[in-house]
Protein backbone atom coordinates (compact mmCIF):
# COMPACT_ATOMS: atom_id res chain seq x y z
CA UNK A 1 0.00 0.00 0.00
CA UNK A 2 1.04 3.62 -1.05
CA UNK A 3 2.07 5.63 2.14
CA UNK A 4 0.28 8.45 3.61
CA UNK A 5 1.29 11.51 5.92
CA UNK A 6 -0.53 12.80 8.37
CA UNK A 7 -0.01 15.55 11.37
CA UNK A 8 0.24 13.65 14.78
CA UNK A 9 -2.32 15.97 16.36
CA UNK A 10 -4.74 19.06 16.00
CA UNK A 11 -6.68 20.96 17.94
CA UNK A 12 -10.15 22.38 17.19
CA UNK A 13 -12.74 24.02 18.96
CA UNK A 14 -16.08 22.91 19.56
CA UNK A 15 -18.85 23.67 16.84
CA UNK A 16 -16.40 24.77 14.45
CA UNK A 17 -14.98 23.45 10.63
CA UNK A 18 -12.13 20.97 11.18
CA UNK A 19 -9.74 20.17 8.19
CA UNK A 20 -7.69 17.08 8.53
CA UNK A 21 -5.25 16.76 5.70
CA UNK A 22 -3.47 13.64 4.42
CA UNK A 23 -0.70 13.62 1.96
CA UNK A 24 -0.23 10.45 -0.39
CA UNK A 25 1.80 11.02 -3.06
CA UNK A 26 3.04 7.78 -4.20
CA UNK A 27 -0.91 6.71 -4.56
CA UNK A 28 -1.86 4.38 -7.55
CA UNK A 29 -4.46 5.23 -10.10
CA UNK A 30 -6.65 2.28 -8.80
CA UNK A 31 -5.94 3.19 -5.17
CA UNK A 32 -9.04 4.25 -3.11
CA UNK A 33 -8.64 6.97 -0.04
CA UNK A 34 -10.49 5.51 3.06
CA UNK A 35 -11.04 7.78 6.63
CA UNK A 36 -11.16 5.93 9.40
CA UNK A 37 -11.37 7.30 13.23
CA UNK A 38 -11.16 5.55 16.54
CA UNK A 39 -12.39 6.59 19.95
CA UNK A 40 -11.05 5.90 23.29
CA UNK A 41 -10.53 2.91 24.11
CA UNK A 42 -12.57 1.67 20.99
CA UNK A 43 -12.06 0.02 17.87
CA UNK A 44 -11.72 1.76 14.91
CA UNK A 45 -15.26 3.06 12.81
CA UNK A 46 -15.68 3.71 8.73
CA UNK A 47 -15.53 7.58 8.22
CA UNK A 48 -15.62 7.79 4.88
CA UNK A 49 -13.95 7.14 1.37
CA UNK A 50 -13.43 8.08 -2.10
CA UNK A 51 -11.49 7.51 -5.36
CA UNK A 52 -11.56 10.85 -7.52
CA UNK A 53 -14.63 13.09 -6.87
CA UNK A 54 -15.48 14.67 -3.70
CA UNK A 55 -17.43 12.40 -0.72
CA UNK A 56 -20.18 13.32 1.73
CA UNK A 57 -21.93 11.62 3.86
CA UNK A 58 -23.60 12.21 7.18
CA UNK A 59 -20.39 11.82 9.52
CA UNK A 60 -18.15 14.32 6.77
CA UNK A 61 -17.18 15.17 3.83
CA UNK A 62 -14.38 13.78 1.29
CA UNK A 63 -12.28 16.66 -0.41
CA UNK A 64 -9.73 15.18 -3.20
CA UNK A 65 -7.03 16.72 -4.59
CA UNK A 66 -7.19 17.44 -8.53
CA UNK A 67 -3.87 15.30 -8.86
CA UNK A 68 -5.16 12.70 -5.58
CA UNK A 69 -1.78 13.63 -4.10
CA UNK A 70 -3.44 14.85 -1.21
CA UNK A 71 -6.98 14.75 0.44
CA UNK A 72 -8.55 16.77 3.24
CA UNK A 73 -10.87 14.86 6.02
CA UNK A 74 -13.70 17.88 6.72
CA UNK A 75 -15.74 17.47 9.85
CA UNK A 76 -18.25 20.42 9.53
CA UNK A 77 -19.05 21.39 13.37
CA UNK A 78 -16.89 19.30 15.81
CA UNK A 79 -18.50 18.06 18.66
CA UNK A 80 -16.49 16.89 22.05
CA UNK A 81 -17.58 13.08 21.00
CA UNK A 82 -15.48 13.52 17.51
CA UNK A 83 -12.40 13.68 19.98
CA UNK A 84 -10.53 11.06 18.11
CA UNK A 85 -7.72 9.50 16.24
CA UNK A 86 -8.06 10.17 12.22
CA UNK A 87 -6.58 6.92 10.16
CA UNK A 88 -5.73 8.28 6.59
CA UNK A 89 -5.79 4.54 4.55
CA UNK A 90 -4.78 4.21 0.83
CA UNK A 91 -6.22 0.49 -0.62
CA UNK A 92 -6.10 -0.52 -4.22
CA UNK A 93 -9.43 -2.28 -4.95
CA UNK A 94 -7.87 -4.98 -6.56
CA UNK A 95 -6.07 -6.15 -2.80
CA UNK A 96 -9.75 -4.86 -0.87
CA UNK A 97 -9.38 -8.63 0.51
CA UNK A 98 -6.60 -7.38 2.55
CA UNK A 99 -6.85 -5.76 5.90
CA UNK A 100 -6.36 -2.04 6.34
CA UNK A 101 -2.62 -1.13 7.16
CA UNK A 102 -3.15 1.62 9.62
CA UNK A 103 -0.65 4.23 10.28
CA UNK A 104 0.06 6.57 13.38
CA UNK A 105 -3.08 8.68 12.41
CA UNK A 106 -3.60 12.24 13.62
CA UNK A 107 -4.76 12.97 16.79
CA UNK A 108 -7.80 15.54 17.35
CA UNK A 109 -8.65 17.14 20.02
CA UNK A 110 -11.95 19.00 20.53
CA UNK A 111 -12.07 21.90 23.41
CA UNK A 112 -14.78 23.22 24.79
CA UNK B 1 -25.77 -0.64 15.49
CA UNK B 2 -22.77 -2.33 16.05
CA UNK B 3 -21.85 -5.39 13.36
CA UNK B 4 -18.94 -6.91 15.10
CA UNK B 5 -19.25 -7.54 18.31
CA UNK B 6 -16.33 -9.20 20.99
CA UNK B 7 -16.43 -10.76 24.18
CA UNK B 8 -15.16 -10.62 26.77
CA UNK B 9 -14.59 -6.55 26.35
CA UNK B 10 -11.96 -6.56 29.00
CA UNK B 11 -10.32 -9.71 30.78
CA UNK B 12 -7.49 -9.90 33.55
CA UNK B 13 -5.18 -12.99 34.13
CA UNK B 14 -2.67 -14.91 35.45
CA UNK B 15 0.52 -15.03 33.93
CA UNK B 16 0.97 -18.39 32.32
CA UNK B 17 -2.89 -19.04 31.42
CA UNK B 18 -4.55 -18.98 28.30
CA UNK B 19 -7.47 -16.67 27.00
CA UNK B 20 -10.02 -16.88 24.45
CA UNK B 21 -11.31 -13.59 22.82
CA UNK B 22 -14.46 -13.95 20.24
CA UNK B 23 -15.20 -12.09 17.50
CA UNK B 24 -18.71 -12.38 16.09
CA UNK B 25 -20.21 -10.73 12.64
CA UNK B 26 -23.70 -10.00 13.34
CA UNK B 27 -25.40 -9.26 10.40
CA UNK B 28 -23.44 -10.58 7.70
CA UNK B 29 -21.19 -13.50 6.41
CA UNK B 30 -17.63 -13.01 7.43
CA UNK B 31 -15.71 -14.68 4.64
CA UNK B 32 -12.32 -12.91 6.35
CA UNK B 33 -11.32 -11.62 9.81
CA UNK B 34 -8.48 -10.14 10.76
CA UNK B 35 -6.86 -9.74 14.04
CA UNK B 36 -4.87 -6.31 15.03
CA UNK B 37 -3.40 -5.44 18.46
CA UNK B 38 -2.76 -2.40 19.51
CA UNK B 39 -0.46 -1.00 22.70
CA UNK B 40 -1.15 2.19 24.11
CA UNK B 41 -0.26 5.51 22.21
CA UNK B 42 0.58 3.22 19.28
CA UNK B 43 -1.72 2.40 16.04
CA UNK B 44 -3.09 -1.09 15.43
CA UNK B 45 -0.97 -3.25 14.14
CA UNK B 46 -2.11 -6.58 12.00
CA UNK B 47 -1.55 -9.83 13.70
CA UNK B 48 -3.03 -12.34 11.38
CA UNK B 49 -5.98 -12.86 8.47
CA UNK B 50 -8.19 -15.60 8.73
CA UNK B 51 -10.47 -17.02 6.01
CA UNK B 52 -13.30 -19.26 6.75
CA UNK B 53 -12.69 -22.82 7.15
CA UNK B 54 -8.52 -22.37 6.38
CA UNK B 55 -5.50 -21.68 8.58
CA UNK B 56 -4.87 -18.24 9.51
CA UNK B 57 -1.99 -16.65 7.46
CA UNK B 58 0.32 -14.78 10.40
CA UNK B 59 2.14 -11.60 9.88
CA UNK B 60 5.78 -11.71 10.38
CA UNK B 61 7.05 -12.08 14.11
CA UNK B 62 3.89 -13.12 15.70
CA UNK B 63 4.05 -16.78 17.01
CA UNK B 64 1.40 -19.03 15.60
CA UNK B 65 1.81 -21.28 18.11
CA UNK B 66 0.99 -18.56 21.13
CA UNK B 67 -1.85 -16.89 19.38
CA UNK B 68 -4.18 -19.66 17.61
CA UNK B 69 -6.85 -18.44 15.30
CA UNK B 70 -9.79 -20.35 14.55
CA UNK B 71 -12.46 -19.26 12.32
CA UNK B 72 -14.73 -22.08 11.56
CA UNK B 73 -17.83 -20.48 10.79
CA UNK B 74 -18.83 -17.45 9.06
CA UNK B 75 -19.47 -15.33 11.77
CA UNK B 76 -17.00 -16.75 14.56
CA UNK B 77 -13.43 -16.24 14.57
CA UNK B 78 -11.37 -16.56 17.85
CA UNK B 79 -8.17 -16.05 19.27
CA UNK B 80 -6.54 -17.73 21.69
CA UNK B 81 -3.50 -16.47 23.78
CA UNK B 82 -1.45 -19.34 25.36
CA UNK B 83 0.30 -19.22 27.89
CA UNK B 84 0.04 -15.31 28.49
CA UNK B 85 2.47 -13.13 29.79
CA UNK B 86 2.49 -9.10 30.53
CA UNK B 87 3.90 -8.58 27.89
CA UNK B 88 0.67 -9.64 25.75
CA UNK B 89 -1.49 -7.06 27.67
CA UNK B 90 -2.35 -5.18 25.16
CA UNK B 91 -5.74 -3.85 22.93
CA UNK B 92 -6.88 -6.63 20.68
CA UNK B 93 -9.55 -5.92 17.98
CA UNK B 94 -10.87 -8.02 15.43
CA UNK B 95 -11.82 -7.09 11.86
CA UNK B 96 -14.59 -9.02 9.96
CA UNK B 97 -15.17 -8.40 5.68
CA UNK B 98 -18.27 -9.03 3.91
CA UNK B 99 -21.30 -7.90 2.25
CA UNK B 100 -23.50 -6.41 4.30
CA UNK B 101 -27.38 -6.11 2.91
CA UNK B 102 -27.35 -3.33 -0.27
CA UNK B 103 -23.42 -2.70 -0.10
CA UNK B 104 -20.06 -3.21 -0.87
CA UNK B 105 -17.68 -5.65 0.99
CA UNK B 106 -16.06 -3.85 3.92
CA UNK B 107 -14.15 -4.05 6.56
CA UNK B 108 -16.04 -3.95 9.70
CA UNK B 109 -14.43 -3.29 13.46
CA UNK B 110 -15.13 -4.96 16.73
CA UNK B 111 -15.06 -2.89 19.88
CA UNK B 112 -11.84 -4.28 21.11
CA UNK B 113 -10.91 -6.67 24.17
CA UNK B 114 -8.23 -5.19 26.64
CA UNK B 115 -5.77 -8.04 28.16
CA UNK B 116 -4.76 -7.75 31.38
CA UNK B 117 -1.92 -10.58 32.18
CA UNK B 118 -0.64 -9.97 35.45
Same mark, same amino acid.
Given at each position: ?30 ? @????? *?????? /? ?7 ? =? $? ?31 ? @????? *?????? /? ?7 ? =? $? ?5 | ?118
Amino acid at each position: DAKTTQPNSMESNEEEPVHLPCNHSTISGTD @YIHWY *RQLPSQ /GPEYVIHGL =T $SNVNNRMASLAIAEDRKSSTLILHRATLRDAAV @YYCIL *RDEAYS /GYALNFGKG =T $SLLVTP | GAVVSQHPSRVICKSGTSVKIECRSLDFQATTMFWYRQFPKQSLMLMATSNEGSKATYEQGVEKDKFLINHASLTLSTLTVTSAHPEDSSFYICSARGFRAGGRAEQYFGPGTRLTVT
